[in-house]
């Protein structure tokens, strides 16, 4: 079904109304929205009753916030204040969109998280077009739209676990999990590579059963740290980061990531969604966040996000050349820079960048990194007598990988 869209603008911003519309079309065609404003009101009909029956009734609420709609009374003062009271009940979520510079932050939308990125006016010299910034503005409702449609219940599972077990607990729990998916490996046959990598759950009636004898009473889907099948949130806030990556070249800042992930999801606690993550899939996090810290993700992670195959192949080629290249070698500290993959595996700078950050990610092989963020470059010195390149012959697949990085 559709979700109904209600626009609240001031008669002077009509035409960047009507781009914004344009824009909104595609997600329309789609069957995805229904877009409302004061122009669809039928000859005839009461106005300022219909204004309200749609408000009322939607579930998306775009504020496009000029100096012209803070200046309107009845914008400013009876549609925002009965948008706001919806969106305080969780009735509906309000959106506002800066069209044109004014001082709007003290008002009471100003708490909420507005559109384009960063709050820019769709009218600033931060675009280099209107249709840049509107463009952005259809993006984050389409986001939006994602976080509205998602099931809710994995959600309030993840925060109920979050409250409910002590960190002696987890340790207990993560070492039971730890020692069953050994025996589930050493006791069957044609495992699966995501079970071997730790990125499936393992058979529940076969956990439960194994829980059981031990006198356990939780359960693996309930475990705080083994929340195998990803919540929508835990999915955004992965993807949230291999999409910077992918556009960068580089990994994104928690604070990032958080100001993202606002975006769609009011209530979102960073510290929360982290520490609920399957162990092994995110890197680099602790209980206490800093902001500033790179969110970095592994192998696994970024194989639960969509178009990574790319990524991953670039990442496998590089890690073959390197065992073509350097495992007969006893040498310390043979180099990899980006110069030598550029002219090697014809590889664009891009995918040098994204290549390297994968490779430090998964440094648990690697004895040392080196980069040069101002050239876009990296260089990557290798320890060939040590086992971990070794972990990386004969590997022609990433599932082959994984299952190497299982026995580690």
């Given at each position: 079904m559709a979700v109904k869209i209600f626009i609240c603008y001031a008669r002077e911003d009509e035409t960047l109304l009507n781009k914004l519309k344009t824009h909104l079309r595609p997600l329309q065609r789609q069957g995805l929205i229904e877009v409302w404003y004061d122009r669809d009101i039928s000859a005839g009909?009461?106005?300022?009753?219909?204004?309200?029956?749609?408000?009322?009734?939607?579930?998306?609420?775009?504020?496009?916030?000029?100096?012209?709609?803070?200046?309107?009374?009845?914008?400013?003062?009876?549609?925002?204040?009965?948008?706001?009271?919806?969106?305080?009940?969780?009735?509906?979520?309000?959106?506002?969109?800066?069209?044109r510079s004014v001082y709007w932050h003290e008002a009471p939308f100003g708490k909420l998280q507005a559109l384009p990125k960063d709050a820019k006016p769709v009218t600033s010299s931060n675009w280099h077009t209107w249709d840049e910034a509107l463009f952005d503005v259809a993006e984050g409702v389409r986001k939006v739209l994602i976080?509205?449609?998602?099931?809710?219940?994995?959600?309030?599972?993840?925060?109920?676990?979050?409250?409910?077990?002590?960190?002696?607990?987890?340790?207990?729990?993560?070492?039971?999990?730890?020692?069953?998916?050994?025996?589930?490996?050493?006791s069957h046959d044609n495992i699966s590579p995501g079970i071997m990598a730790g990125t499936e759950p393992l058979p529940k009636a076969w956990v439960e059963e194994q829980l059981e004898k031990m006198g356990e009473t939780w359960r693996q889907d309930t475990y705080y740290g083994e929340i195998m099948e990803l919540s929508n949130l835990q999915l955004l806030f992965i993807q949230t980061i291999f999409d910077y990556f992918h556009e960068q070249g580089t990994w994104p800042t928690y604070g990032y990531v958080e100001q993202e992930i606002s975006r769609v999801h009011r209530d979102f606690d960073m510290r929360g969604v982290s520490r609920s993550l399957p162990?092994?899939?995110?890197?680099?996090?602790?209980?206490?966040?800093?902001?500033?810290q790179e969110?970095?993700?592994?192998?696994?992670?970024?194989?639960?996000c969509k178009g990574s195959d790319h990524d991953l192949a670039d990442f496998l080629q590089v890690l073959q050349y390197c065992v073509n290249k350097y495992f007969s070698f006893g040498e310390n500290y043979l180099q990899v820079a980006s110069d030598e993959v550029r002219t090697q595996l014809n590889m664009s700078e891009l995918s040098i960048r994204k290549v390297g950050r994968l490779i430090e990610a998964e440094g648990t092989f690697w004895s040392s990194m080196g980069r040069n963020d101002i050239e876009g470059s990296w260089v990557c010195a290798l320890r060939p007598g040590m086992e971990g390149i070794a972990r990386f012959d004969k590997v022609e697949t990433i599932e082959q990988y994984l299952e190497k990085l299982t026995f580690r």
């Open positions: 009909t009461e106005w300022e009753q219909e204004i309200t029956k749609q408000l009322n009734s939607a579930q998306i609420i775009l504020l496009l916030i000029s100096a012209d709609f803070m200046d309107s009374n009845y914008c400013y003062g009876i549609e925002m204040q009965r948008a706001m009271k919806r969106h305080e009940r969780k009735e509906a979520q309000v959106i506002p969109i800066i069209l976080q509205l449609n998602a099931p809710k219940s994995l959600d309030v599972q993840v925060r109920f676990n979050l409250q409910d077990i002590s960190d002696e607990e987890k340790l207990s729990r993560t070492a039971i999990l730890t020692k069953l998916r050994q025996l589930y490996i050493l162990s092994g899939l995110a890197n680099a996090f602790t209980f206490n966040l800093d902001r500033k969110a970095l993700l592994k192998v696994r992670a970024i194989l639960l």
